[in-house]
């Protein structure tokens, strides 16, 4: 018996508060993170973190990324496995030989500071040991961290590496490092956490390596050309991934040159699924000559969807063609173009998938007939916003969607708004964020809003995602609910003995109210019907009215009660009103 | 003679309904599923049954904030002060607000005299106000010729330790009916409140309670259980206790509540502290309604230490 009370609190408890105490990291992960089967990429986000206390310099010693051009799969047992030391050297080398001209980026978490620790820098330095002309040197340069040194939070740095003396060997240069310093003796840091460690680089020496800017991603060989380049057979149950990086709706275009017509898959890689690895991939077919798609369970071709007729005549070397994917809605649209995008086909493939939408991105490239070096270049990833939502209010309309915009990808949001559908003119306004509060409209009236973003590329910082292609979502304004005569006299004269409710009831659905006390006591269950007027602009709203009796017809005492009112069976609102006596 | 007495509670009971409404207060009460009556052994005895306060070895006093959800909220507040020989004194205060448009507080005295070893009786006076804001139409209202009133309430309440672990309380209030309007009758309804509670021992009780209110009837059980102090100690919080509870209130005209809480009870040079959360769930109210509740009190040790 004991044992029951015993377990009644307790499991009463422990349903209640959906805690989690369980730290599965993935606010640690790295987006873009990489995964290549092929060996064939040298840069993935790099991770670190350090405790320790350091009176001068704030630094953690190194981790080295060199590991020969070997790809790295950095997933959770990447994350809480790399460990550093505490030192003045520096931190973070990053393997990036020949690294002349691009951007450093990276998000930094500082835990704590005690003391006087000015404005910090970032010392983006070589290491000591490569050469020029047979004496050993170094080549370093300080930025000053353009961010804020704000604790307890991430902080994102990015900024322009800086350009070397034309004397430099740049291809003896081995590693990087990035050091935080105080102007001050004083200051300690507890420990810096980095994350997302990336460099854009416009040239790089070893092999392909990632490179984001803004939205755009750019992958670069050894002779500094844009290119990822795919040589020979790659594994098609592992594709080229852009890794924690999910896009709902996106227009993702790169352009693909096909070196040899051995290469059987040159292509984009689409919404591949989390749980069971499948995913599309569109592809030209330099065998056939034909863009196809295909889907692929995990190792397996399972389903090709389709394949459109050659589109070349002669042999596939060296073609050079680009696609675009539009993913909106849950409804994919594929087009390619062979005038690097003057014009665009019809779309090849439209299907609508099933299921979730992971929305994840990638390439594959490669052949099982030999060499088929593809190159990929100029990949452009643009997020457009989706769910958008329209909340009415009284002579104010709120408007807010979704974007999967990382850091830096989403400049600006233009709010469209129109009386007629699909017609909005300029944009009524431009934010920052994916919402806005519009108090420019009337009551009664059906506005249309939509949502464009505008995105960062390699040519622009504002490029405007297609409005056709934006979300479109209705909505009339309106009062509400408004309450008239309260506290409200029952016992008095017979004009002041109801409370009136005025609801907005744009459809005349039928309308219902509960009357409660605050503890939770039904009082009364009334229902008007549908007995809406037109009250503005042609929008109708009904009136519903108690008049202090419950449901038994009396009329009950004064005080406080709680009211909720549906309209059509959904709450329209819900309050409170007071009964005098 | 039973009869007659449950006959007369009946009775009175029916003829009266709620203006200063029975919202629970308390965290700790309201995780126990408001079933208190019988439990009184803090300060929130003075809403539930001051005769309770007998079982109040020191100075103790709680304050609990409640916010019902946008635009109504109340406050409580209660000190209780240990008489030795005499019994216990106290004083409390209740308010509560409803967007703008009205205001009722209540302030409470309150004794509890032990008549014997086992048995105490509560007395209780309060003053009752209430206020009316009105809006652009029932400004117009000739009904109100004053837009607050006030009044005097009486409570009679009773706590029985029949054994160790075994505890009765009864608690009539409003039992003079006080009739506080501007305008027409609106008599503050009596509320009876009568229960018993077990302690199993030092960690765990049970309540039940039944509650009449004009025609309104609710039972409300609940139960507490205090995690053994050593395993706290073996958690680095030496002398710390934490408590949890959970409680169940049912009742005609769609009354069904479930009610959650923890307590975290912190001794300290300066005052022996008690923080308390409870969550209500009203299962056939409004939608979206849950009411939480933080109460920070003074108080004797964890109230279940008191056999």
Redesign the interface.
Known sequence: M?KI??L??????AF?PALGYYDDFTTYDSYYSIIDPCNNVSTAPLVISAAGTDTSNITVDAVSFRDGGKSIRWDKTGLTSVTTQVSRSGMASINMAALTTGVLQFWYYLPSIVGNWNRAAANISSDSTYSIGGNNATVATSVPLLTSLATNTWNYFKVNLPAWPASVDQTAIKSWSVEFISSTATATCTAIRLDDIRVVSANNTTNGVWSEDSGVWSIYNNSGTKVYRQNGNCDIANPQLLLNKFYKDFIATVDVNVQSANAQYAGLVLNQNVSDSSYYLYNFNAQTRGFEIKKFNGSALVNATSTAAATTTTAATNFTYSLKVVSKSGVLYCYHSIDSGATWCSADYSFQETGSIAGRLGFLAGSTAGDATVYFTNLVIQPLPYAITATAGDGRVDISCNSDAKAGEVVSYNIYRGTVSKTYGTALTTTTSPGYTDIGVSNGVTYYYAVTANVNTSSSTNVETPLALAEEVAIVPHAGIK???????P???A??SKASFSVFNQINEDVSM?I????????ANLNAGNTSVVWSSGALSSTISWDGK?N?GRI?????Y???IKVGGS?AG???V?L?? | MKNLVLAVLVLVSAVAQAAFFDSGQGARPTGLGEAFVAVADDANAMYYNPAGMIQIKMLSTTATYTGYMEGLSDSFAAIVVPVPGYGAIGISWLGLTAASSYSESTLKVAYAYPITKQYTLGLALKMLSKSYTLDSVAAGNPFFSSTSASGLGLDVSFFGRLSEGIAVGVSIENINAPDINVGSSDPVPMNIRFGGRYKFDKSLLVSLEGDLNGEDVKVKGGSEYWLDPGLMKDLGAVDSEIGFRGGVGYGNNSYLNVDLGFSFYLPSKIADLRFDYSFTMPLMYIEGAGTHRFSICITDPRPAFNL
């Open positions: 004991r009370f015993f009644l609190p307790v499991l009463l408890f209640s309450i008239s005569n309260n506290p409200f006299t016992n008095g004269g004009a002041f509960l409660y006390k605050p503890n939770g006591t039904l009082v419950n038994s009950v005492d004064g005080g406080v709680v009211w909720q709450v819900k309050g409170t007071v005098a006596k």
